[in-house]
């Protein structure tokens, strides 16, 4: 079994920056792929960018420029930098991973709030 915890979420004001971190823990041989989703209220769950093993990066183009993914492969943790936050990227962030010979396992989620 997995687990999958997210922190660092929170309320900002416009143009600020916020740090996510998601920490897999339990039987892991390996992590494929680590990623942040997001929904906001009444909207459906996005991509918002993922990285591959190998540091392969892909963004949502909302958020390109402004987001930065990264990971410690050795601490199975990923980390979302995000700067000049905007009232759109409210939502609830999700972290996902892809687990070798396992399968995808999501964390309970964490919120953002962004005023104007």
């Known amino acids: 079994q997995v687990q999958v915890v997210e922190s660092g979420g929170g309320l900002v004001q416009a143009g600020g920056s916020l740090r996510l971190s998601c920490a897999a823990s339990?039987?892991?041989?390996?992590?494929?792929?680590m990623g942040w989703y997001r929904q906001a209220l009444g909207k459906q769950r996005e991509l918002v960018t993922t990285i591959t093993h190998d540091g392969r990066t892909n963004y949502a183009d909302s958020v390109k420029g402004r987001f930065t993914i990264s990971r410690d492969n050795a601490e199975n943790t990923v980390y979302l930098q995000m700067n000049s936050l905007e009232p759109e990227d409210t939502a609830v962030y999700y972290c996902?991973?892809?687990?070798?010979?396992?399968?995808?396992?999501w964390g309970q989620g964490t919120q953002v709030t962004v005023s104007s």
């Open positions: 996902n991973v892809v687990v070798t010979f396992s399968g995808s396992y």
């Open positions: 339990g039987t892991i041989f390996s992590i494929l792929t």
